[in-house]
């Protein structure tokens, strides 16, 4: 009893490389870039200079929003208490919610409290809020 292993056919070698494994890998590591990239930048403390920005064009009539050191809130020239800067806020703002509102506060103003009166305007529907702040010359 005899077996023949050679069926005539002629296997070539293949010279093409499988990409698919490399494709894996890349993807794989793409994914742990993406998940690490934002947590490497937690933590870092900073400490912010002036803005040399260029200064914006004002608006006609501005709606500003002042947090003086005493912790007091003036909406314009006019001071307010937190419960009614909404309704304040509404009035000054003829019903418009998008309606830029500039806060300005004082050096020191502790920053939680700026940010309480941002939360506050946030809770009144105002979204649009931009810091006023000192323009300083570029060097």
């Known amino acids: 009893m005899s077996v023949r292993l050679d069926h005539g056919v002629d296997l070539d070698e293949v010279h093409e490389i499988n990409v698919t494994p490399f494709i894996d890998v890349m993807l794989v590591l793409l994914i742990i870039f993406m998940v690490a990239a934002p947590l490497a930048t937690v933590d870092i403390a900073v400490d912010l200079p002036a803005s040399t920005a260029q200064p914006q064009p004002r608006p006609d009539k501005p709606l500003y929003l002042t947090l003086k050191a005493d912790l007091t809130l ?17 009035g000054a703002a003829s019903g418009d919610k998008g309606a830029r509102i500039f806060v300005r506060a004082d050096r020191g103003v502790p920053y939680g409290e700026v940010m309480e009166a941002m939360n506050v305007l946030r809770n009144a529907g105002f979204l649009k809020v931009a810091l006023v702040g000192l323009e300083k010359s570029a060097p």
């Open 74 to 90: 003036l909406l314009g020239e006019q001071p307010v208490t937190r419960e009614a800067l909404g309704a304040a806020l509404a």
